[in-house]
């Protein structure tokens, strides 16, 4: 089983801070990509932005020069530094990691159990 651990999410004013870090743990050979999503309240999971295993990046448009993904492989981990954020930015933020698994030796996605992040004054 692969298991993903979130952490620093919370309450922030508009225009402020946060770093969101997720550390995967379990059985797994290697891990892919690792990334975040988010789900609003009455919307559908969106792409904020993944991070593949050899550096490169991807973010949602509206994420570009806020947001900053990275990872430590070493410590199977990944975070999110999250700046100049917007009341719209308000959501449920889940971790996600592809890994290769030991046992099959096959890919598989998993997911976090989301952290609240909420922009509001």
């Known amino acids: 089983q692969v298991q993903l651990m979130e952490s620093g999410g919370g309450l922030v004013q508009p225009g402020g801070s946060l770093r969101l870090s997720c550390v995967a743990s379990?059985?797994?050979?290697?891990?892919?990509?690792m990334g975040w999503y988010r789900q609003a309240p009455g919307k559908q999971r969106e792409l904020v932005a993944v991070i593949a295993r050899d550096g490169s990046s991807t973010y949602t448009d509206s994420m570009k020069g806020r947001f900053t993904i990275s990872r430590d492989s070493a410590k199977n981990t990944v975070s999110l530094q999250m700046n100049s954020l917007k009341p719209e930015d308000t959501a449920v933020y889940y971790c996600?990691?592809?890994?290769?698994?030991?046992?099959?030796?096959?890919?598989?996605?998993?997911w976090g159990q989301g952290i609240q992040v909420t922009v509001s004054s």
């Open positions: 996600n990691a592809v890994v290769r698994l030991v046992v099959t030796s096959g890919l598989d996605r998993y």
């Open positions: 379990g059985s797994f050979f290697s891990i892919n990509a």
